[in-house]
């Protein structure tokens, strides 16, 4: 074969697949991919865009990055900028505080052509039934879409967490929420999500080194896909590896828009730079 051929046809193979430094081998995407696009959240019925915007980067005790540095008026501009993108999807929680921030952008951006989440660490009936009627107060909303339980961690999380998940289910029904399930943080709790027929979404960490997450990438991706071929959402978290991986963030991305079983992901977005940085890189790795 001649150089030029050679060439050629190595350039041709590169647009099909692409091997990261971290080991994988991916497939071009069919299409570009991009923060805006509409995708469905497994059989929940409702769409969200590809991307949300994360609001509780090193989130804890009521507050996050987002709120300490931009405060009220400042996150919610930033989430109406995500809006006027495309990005309709906020990523919320009791532990970061945010509820407030996402009410001020509320009073700009239409509550129906938004999707809420947030997230929950009661465990009991009365716990849950507290926290939602606070959430919709502190959110300025008659329902929220997406309620997940927090952070889970023990293997029989199922057990623990029954009130909550019974006043979920019944807050499903009469239609203050529209989806409930979990958020994982250890390899067990995750197990059982999986296994868990009343979780309808779940927020699954995933990146191509590992890092900050429930197991090793093979043994994650197994369950992941599991949880999508029993008709749960699969939404990704930690995709920057809580911020350790933010020097790939090329690679990270690739991987993300590759996973098949992943619905949508959302990222932390401290500012406008970031979110037009995303907005970018998107279309330009998938």
């Not at 074969?1 to 995407?29: H, Q």
């Not at 009791?94 to 999707?115: I, M, S």
């Not at 995750?190 to 080194?209: K, M």
């Not at 992943?262 to 406008?272: A, K, P, R, V």
Request: aromatic share 6%.
């Amino acid at each position: 074969m001649d150089r030029r051929n050679f060439v050629k046809r190595a350039s041709a193979a590169a647009g099909i697949l692409a091997i990261n430094p971290f080991g994988f081998r991916l497939e071009a995407a069919k299409v570009k991919k991009h923060i805006f696009d509409r995708v469905m959240l497994g059989k929940t019925g409702i769409e969200v865009s590809r991307m949300a915007i994360g609001t509780g980067t090193n989130g804890w005790g009521k507050n996050s990055n987002q709120t300490r540095q931009l405060g009220i008026k400042g996150l919610a501009d930033l989430l109406q900028a995500g809006f006027d993108r495309g990005v309709f999807f906020w990523d919320s929680a009791d532990q970061y505080g945010t509820h407030p921030h996402l009410k001020e952008a509320l009073k700009v951006v239409p509550r129906e052509k938004v999707v809420i989440l947030s997230k929950t660490h009661a465990s009991t009936e009365d716990e849950m039934k507290a926290d939602l009627d606070r959430f919709r107060k502190e959110l300025g909303t008659d329902y929220i879409d997406i309620v997940l339980l927090h952070c889970m961690t023990s293997k029989n999380w199922p057990v623990e967490k029954r009130g909550a998940m019974n006043y979920l289910s019944k807050a499903r029904e009469s239609k203050l929420i529209r989806a409930h399930g979990v958020s994982c943080h250890t390899l067990e709790a995750l197990q059982s999500a999986a296994a868990s027929p009343w979780v309808q979404v779940d927020l699954a960490r995933i990146n191509p080194a590992g890092a900050e997450m429930d197991a090793g990438v093979p043994t994650v991706t197994a369950i992941l896909r599991q949880m999508k071929q029993s008709g749960k959402a699969v939404m990704g978290m930690k995709i920057f590896g809580a911020g350790k991986l933010s020097n790939r963030k090329d690679e990270c991305l690739r991987f993300a828009l590759a996973q098949e079983y992943l619905d949508c992901f959302t990222i932390g977005i401290e500012n406008i730079d970031q979110l037009l940085d995303l907005e970018k890189r998107l279309p330009e790795l998938s």
